[in-house]
């Protein structure tokens, strides 16, 4: 939708103020779908408001409004329209009708952003099914001059209308997608079981609040980090040391937003269950964003939609770097007391503290356990170290030198100790 040629489109945006919000946070709203716009790659070049008790049935905002906006797009050279809401395929067919440009709403830009970041086959995959469930619940608009029915020789009768044909086309090739990304899940529920051995965190927070910085700066990994909305979509796990003997892995997902598609939070289900499938989470803020407060709702509205909401989780407040005064964020740390930390992933400030804090959360989960291990029980060894961790061992497991064997004390989880209590006492 959005060119990505050299050429960038010059962007109008429109917010509409309806009775029962704030002025605030329209204003918000329409900044953040400026820096959508931007990662799109297009330059919004003008914003308009209107205020209005409800929205228009035909146009949205009014038809008058319409037309003003046509005169703006022609005196300033603007190639596109963008709407901080969701549109109708009537609505959306009456206003370019008006205005004479193209016109997108707030979900038609996400899903455009999706379709230019998807890099992995189950990401494009994810973005072409909601694309299609947006493009069908839109269709009534986009096909109104189809409405007639149409019959050839030999098929002539009540005949089929052409959105339905379309209707069933999409259908279809969502059913084909949906089978595709079961099987991927399948496969990632493979890995998930291989990776069962060790705590996983998932890094959880509002786009462009830093988790894949943060990844990058406990585990040492390079994942791609760029200062866009939703620079990443797929899932990454990466391994990393919270102490020099106690691994973790790390899941990086996808940022959330305001207003975020129901299609897209469906079709990316399968990527977002790695937070259900997670111990604990690290739900990562932009304290430096003055609309924090609302972004955390945003966040943990989302994870009551994936039964994640009561999880243990950590409050991890990034970017204290660009906070001019650290009374602010001590009095943030005051307000959301308990599990919380104000870091900077970038610059590594305060790093060791949330490494504290994650095996602190640990600890509740982890019991240290010593064996006895003798010469002749190789097998009791290898099942103990495949769920455990070495701490310690004292005596060989030569048989000439120590034919008692040896002791060793291992940690684990809890929940793999109960599992590893029946299989060796059994």
Known sequence: MISTDDKLDRALVVGVRFKNDERVHVGEYVNEVVLLADTAGARVVRTIFQERQSPDPAYFIGKGKAEEIRQICDNENITLVIFDDDLSGVQIRNLETIIDRRVLDRSGLILDIFALRARSREAKLQVEMAQLKYNMSRLAGQWQHFSKQYGVIGTRGPGEKQIEVDRRVIKKRISALREKLDDISSQRELRRGRRNEFPKFALVGYTNAGKSTLMNALSGADTFVENRLFATLDTFTRKAFLSSSLPCLLVDTVGFIRKLPADLVASFKSTLEEVAFADYILHVVDISSPTFREQI??????????????????????????????????????????????????????????????????????????????????????????????????GSFGEDDHPEGFQLRVRMRKKDWEKLKREIYA
Not at 307 to 329: S, T, Y
Request: neutral net charge; proline residues 3%.
């Open 297 to 394: 709702e945003v966040v943990n509205e989302t994870l009551t939609q994936l039964g994640c909401a009561d999880k243990p989780a950590i409050l991890v407040f990034n970017k204290v770097d660009r906070v001019d005064e650290f009374g602010v964020v001590r009095s943030v740390l005051n307000e959301f007391s308990g599990s919380s930390v104000a870091i900077s992933a970038e610059r590594h400030i305060n790093l060791n503290q949330l490494k504290e804090k994650m095996l602190k959360m640990m600890g509740s989960d982890i019991v240290e356990k010593s064996f006895r291990i003798k010469p002749t029980q190789p097998e009791k060894l290898a099942k103990i170290l495949s769920v455990a961790e070495f701490v310690q061992s004292t």
